[in-house]
Antibody, heavy 117, light 110 residues
Framework: EVQLVESGGGLVQPGGSLRLSCAAS????????MTWVRQAPGKGLEWVAN????????YYVGSVKGRFTISRDNAKNSLYLQMNSLRAEDTAVYYC??????????WGQGTLVTVSS | QSALTQPPSASGSPGQSVTVSCTGT?????????VSWYQQYPGKAPKLMIY???KRPSGVPDRFTGSKSGNTASLAVSGLQAEDEADYYC??????????FGGGTKLTVL
């Protein structure tokens, strides 16, 4: 059974940093593109970042470029999102998801990030 | 890139059919056959319902059908059931390794 479990969310002040993790199991992690998608409270979904199987390609939505860094450790079956210079508008539930067939087929349960003073 | 446009709400009675639209541009929906649809219950993670415009993942009922015409994609749900009441989001590849979602449609089963 495919499982994606996010962790690392919490309350952080504006300008602060947070590192999210996503532990994967039940599938061959190293063969999948992986993605972070976020959802602000009461709002829709927003694609945040993608990373290729070997980590050689990374892509970001414009609003997080230069502030967020996606990475992965295939030996640990883990995906990460380093978030720096956080803003109130980054407040959201962050989901990790597998990216296959030009869509996101498996999702974690999400972790809430709240940016507030 | 701008979000795709979806109606905020849609509704139908049990057994009826309903269609949710997703309007983009010639740079996303109109240019790629990489439209997908997601179902989301409150407080839960999204679930993939349709990928590559018309394809259904294993386990998704054939009551769910995807299509596309020009810059607009659509999700049709036939034989509405109470369990279909949820939020539905479309997504499309937008080129240059970018992806865009729609604002979501709340489907109510009357």
């Amino acid at each position: 059974e495919v499982q994606l479990v996010e962790s690392g969310g919490g309350l952080v002040q504006p300008g602060g940093s947070l590192r999210l993790s996503c532990a994967a199991s039940g599938f061959t992690f190293s063969t999948y593109w992986m993605t972070w998608v976020r959802q602000a409270p009461g709002k829709g979904l927003e694609w945040v970042a993608n990373i290729k199987q070997d980590g050689s390609e990374k892509y970001y939505v414009g609003s997080v470029k230069g502030r967020f860094t996606i990475s992965r450790d295939n030996a640990k079956n883990s995906l990460y999102l380093q978030m720096n210079s956080l803003r109130a508008e980054d407040t959201a539930v962050y989901y990790c998801a597998t990216h296959d067939k030009w869509a996101w087929d498996y999702w974690g349960q999400g972790t809430l990030v709240t940016v507030s003073s | 890139q701008s979000a795709l446009t979806q109606p905020p709400s849609a509704s139908g009675s049990p057994g009826q059919s309903v269609t949710v639209s997703c309007t983009g541009t010639s740079s996303d929906v109109g240019n790629y056959n990489y439209v997908s649809w997601y179902q989301q219950y409150p407080g839960k993670a999204p679930k993939l319902m349709i990928y590559e415009v018309t394809k259904r993942p294993s386990g998704v009922p054939d009551r769910f059908t995807g299509s596309k015409s020009g810059n607009t994609a659509s999700l049709a749900v036939s034989g509405l059931q109470a369990e279909d009441e949820a939020d539905y989001y479309c997504s499309s590849y937008a080129g240059s390794a970018n992806w865009v979602f729609g604002g979501g449609t709340k489907l109510t089963v009357l």
